[in-house]
């Protein structure tokens, strides 16, 4: 039986990627309690790294869409934490993202939206969260935008 999370997926068209191995000495995710805490996301697509700094290389729109790859990797985190049922999700907590941005940018917000909206999407009311939304002179491999989770399961 599909899951009603997975039969959103479908409806909205939206494949997840494999859920990233780590890049360096940490794990993807860590489970405690009904608190899954995953690791920095960072933007790539098919193509692979999204790199670029924002208000310089990319525009707020561009970031908005490499926040959303984040977003798809840490539901393919989460749903790796669920043992593969994302029917378990009871609510996104919290997302903090990090934008690469020239020192003069300042729609923060706007680019982390890609990853909050596409938790809406997702999750509809359970999708909506706590967020921080910051610059940074620079991103691990010069990607333009990281995004990590807390997320509630059952």
């Known amino acids: ?10 409806a909205l068209g939206i494949s997840l990627p494999d859920a990233p191995a ?3 000495n ?27 700094q924002l208000g310089r290389d ?22 790796a934490a669920c043992g593969g049922d994302l029917d378990r ?11 690469n941005s020239s020192p003069d940018f300042t729609e923060h917000p706007q680019v982390i939206n890609g990853a909050s909206d596409l938790m809406v999407e997702v999750f509809g009311d359970a999708g909506r969260h706590a967020r921080a939304a910051v610059g940074s002179v620079s991103l691990p491999l010069g990607v333009a935008v990281e995004v990590e989770g807390v997320f509630q399961i059952a």
């Open 1 to 10: 039986m599909t899951s009603k999370i997975e039969e959103r997926l479908e």
């Open 22 to 24: 780590p890049a360096a």
């Open 26 to 52: 940490y794990v993807p995710f860590v489970v405690a309690g009904d608190m899954v805490f995953i690791s920095g996301q960072i933007s790539r697509d098919d193509s692979g790294l999204i790199t670029g």
């Open 58 to 79: 990319l525009d707020s729109a561009a970031g908005a869409k490499a926040a959303r790859t984040c977003a798809l990797a840490l539901v393919a985190q989460l749903k």
């Open 89 to 99: 999700v009871k609510r996104v907590v919290k997302l903090s993202g990090f934008v």
